[in-house]
């Protein structure tokens, strides 16, 4: 079992930023790949960005490429957020998975980012 906490979702305006930190605990020995998802009201969840076990492949949605950022650090995966849009306010969670961008095996419990115009 992995547990993934999420943490620094907050309110910002359009043209802020925030930083995401997801923490994995549990049997963390394993090789997970990891990614942040997200989900606005009335939308389906999306894949905004994923990362590998070693930390070499990223993979963004198009999107927030170029504004959204990806990293992890041992049990830690960050996701930097810049130039924050409207359109981006949702339920960010951070999921472990197993297969690369196809089997999302463990889920964190969300926060909420909000953007204001």
């Known amino acids: 079992q992995v547990q993934l906490v999420e943490s620094g979702g907050g309110l910002v305006q359009a043209g802020g930023s925030l930083r995401l930190a997801c923490a994995a605990s549990g049997r963390t020995s394993n090789s997970y790949h990891m990614g942040w998802f997200r989900q606005a009201p009335g939308k389906d969840r999306e894949l905004v960005a994923a990362i590998s076990w070693g930390g070499a492949a990223t993979s963004y949605a198009d999107s927030v490429k170029g504004r959204f950022s990806i990293s992890r650090d041992k049990n830690t995966v960050y996701l930097q957020m810049n130039s924050l849009l409207p359109e981006d306010t949702a339920v960010y969670s951070c999921?472990?998975?197993?297969?690369?961008?196809?089997?999302?095996?463990?889920w964190g419990q969300g926060t909420q980012v909000t953007v204001s115009s």
């Open positions: 999921a472990a998975g197993t297969n690369w961008l196809t089997t999302w095996r463990y």
